[in-house]
């Protein structure tokens, strides 16, 4: 069976990284340090062929995935289920004060995030689900080409930990990707095996991440 190739790229930095708040299904635009990362990340991409781009309908996910496009002639399909995790009651809400007003859930988060979830949302288990089903599901109709697909930092490292068999357990080893860093996963018609994360050199001095409070 022939391999499908997909590159999976997460958001420049946005509004909610600057404001260190977090944010799921909220929708905030990427900042102008955003905007660059992301051209720098279509600027790196370039020499690798893209049959189909996808992205999350998220702005800040959607809107990287646009500096791409364009330099490509190509048109972006926007699909929800590779959204951020459902936030619930967290969303827009400074790290520093989740800390405050949910110290037991947002405690897991940050020290066990496979068992944890958002307050009145999603938890990471069912995030992990969603993702994977999405990808294989591209994946598959899209069987031997490769794909580009723009999303954000909790599905792929939830996808990470998958592709390398870890429990819910184990997910709290998996690194943050950084903004609009580059991932490639490899589908060989059975499984999913994830063999690059989180590539960023390109970015040089523009390099940025989670904050340690996540």
């Keep these: 069976m022939p391999t499908t190739h997909l590159y999976l790229i997460r958001h420049g930095q946005s509004e909610a990284n600057l404001r260190d708040c977090f944010l799921?299904?909220?929708?905030?635009?990427?900042?102008?340090?955003g905007h660059q990362q992301a051209q720098l990340t279509a600027g790196y991409l370039d020499t690798i062929h893209a049959d189909a781009i996808y992205a999350s309908d998220l702005?800040?996910?959607?809107?990287?995935?646009?500096?791409?496009?364009?330099?490509r002639n190509m048109t972006v399909t926007a699909d929800r289920r590779l959204r951020e995790v459902n936030?619930?009651?967290?969303?827009?809400?400074?790290?520093?004060?989740?800390?405050?007003?949910?110290?037991?859930?947002?405690d897991l988060w940050q020290?066990?995030?496979?068992?944890?979830?958002c307050v009145g949302g999603e938890s990471v288990v069912e995030l992990q689900s969603?993702?994977?089903?999405?990808?294989?599901?591209?994946?598959?109709?899209?069987?031997?080409?490769?794909?580009?697909?723009?999303?954000?930092?909790t599905p792929i490292r939830v996808l990470r930990a998958f592709c390398e068999g870890l429990p819910p357990e184990g997910i709290q080893s998996?690194?943050?990707?950084?903004?609009?860093?580059?991932?490639h996963v490899v589908w060989d018609g059975e499984k999913l095996t994830m063999s690059?994360?989180?590539?960023?050199?390109?970015?040089?001095?523009?390099?940025?991440?989670?904050?340690?409070?996540?």
Excluded: C, K
Aim: hydrophobic residues 45%; charged residues 15%.
């Design 196 to 214: 690059a994360y989180s590539i960023d050199h390109f970015m040089g001095e523009l390099v940025t991440a989670l904050p340690d409070s996540v």
């Design 24 to 33: 799921g299904h909220g929708d905030l635009p990427l900042t102008a340090l």
């Design 111 to 117: 020290h066990n995030i496979g068992l944890a979830r």
């Design 87 to 106: 936030a619930g009651e967290w969303d827009f809400r400074p790290f520093t004060e989740l800390v405050q007003a949910y110290p037991e859930a947002y």
């Design 174 to 183: 998996v690194p943050w990707a950084s903004n609009a860093s580059v991932s």
């Design 130 to 153: 969603r993702i994977v089903a999405a990808v294989t599901d591209l994946a598959q109709r899209h069987e031997g080409q490769t794909i580009f697909l723009f999303l954000h930092a």
């Design 59 to 71: 702005r800040r996910a959607y809107d990287t995935a646009q500096h791409t496009a364009q330099r």
